[in-house]
């Protein structure tokens, strides 16, 4: 299950590189001084770095089978899947600040960056509880 778990992870890191580079490249970074986007810095660079600890803390866990790794990277995960949320509510919401880099989102490569995530959520929750039993 540890090595299912990170193959999923690296899917929904991937897609979400993938989300960011959109993002960037539509000049999410720009159009912070304006207020055209809906993704504040801090939620759109503490979403990946708290997901790359959680993937870190996962790696210690699948090296030392130390169930402490397992705990923390879903604590990590528990963050990141409530940035996570937040983001896609604001995705969806348009609102007054429609115009912004976001708007040009893949649907599918949003769905398929959520479904990887909960995926994962999920899977980190039950090989935790797993090594508690």
């Known amino acids: ?22 993002w960037l490249r539509g000049g999410g970074l720009r159009q912070q001084a304006t207020k055209v986007t809906r993704f504040p810095k801090a939620l759109i660079f503490s979403h990946p770095l708290l997901a790359v600890t959680g993937l870190g803390l996962w790696a210690a866990f699948m090296v030392t089978r130390t169930g ?3 705990w923390g990277s879903f604590g990590a995960l528990c963050v990141v899947a409530l940035l996570g949320f937040v983001m896609f509510t604001r995705w969806l919401g348009g609102g007054r600040h429609a115009r912004g880099a976001e708007n040009h ?8 960056h959520g479904l990887a995530g909960v995926s994962t959520f999920v899977l980190v929750l039950l090989t935790a509880a ?4």
């Open 105 to 112: 989102f893949p649907v599918v490569a949003v769905g398929l």
């Open 68 to 70: 402490a790794y397992a």
């Open 130 to 133: 797993e090594l508690t039993r």
């Open 1 to 22: 299950m540890p090595l299912v778990v990170l193959i999923v992870w690296l899917v929904a890191a991937s897609v979400g590189v993938y989300l960011l580079y959109l």
